[in-house]
């Protein structure tokens, strides 16, 4: 059965921003507010395990690893290019009273 947990406020989350959260059993995911809406994607690259929160880059709906430079859709968790392959497993994320939900 599908759970969710509460993490930020939308309004600590600016456009273009992406931020580290932890999920109950300890995953670590990156949240994203792009174009306006908000995304969740694991937070480890699918290529070496660079950390996207740390290592990475937003631009537009993409987020780019500064490791070896792959880049996946935010919004898919699609790989965009060489050499990753692996997609990012994304997150459903739901507002509830200004409050980011995620679904895991
Ligand atoms: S670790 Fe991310 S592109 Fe290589």
Not at 14 to 38: Q, S
């Amino acid at each position: 059965m599908p759970q969710s947990v509460a993490t930020i406020a939308e309004s600590e989350l600016l456009d273009g921003e992406m931020k580290t959260w932890f999920l109950p059993d300890g995953t670590r995911i990156a949240l994203y507010h792009v174009n306006g809406g908000f995304y969740a994607t694991q937070d480890t690259c699918t290529h070496e395990n660079a950390s996207l929160t740390e290592e990475g880059q937003v631009e537009g709906d993409r987020v780019i690893c500064t490791w070896h430079y792959c880049e996946f859709s935010i919004i898919e968790g699609t790989a965009l290019n060489s050499p990753c392959s692996e997609p990012l497993q994304t997150y459903p994320v739901t507002r509830v009273d200004g409050v980011l939900h995620v679904h895991y």
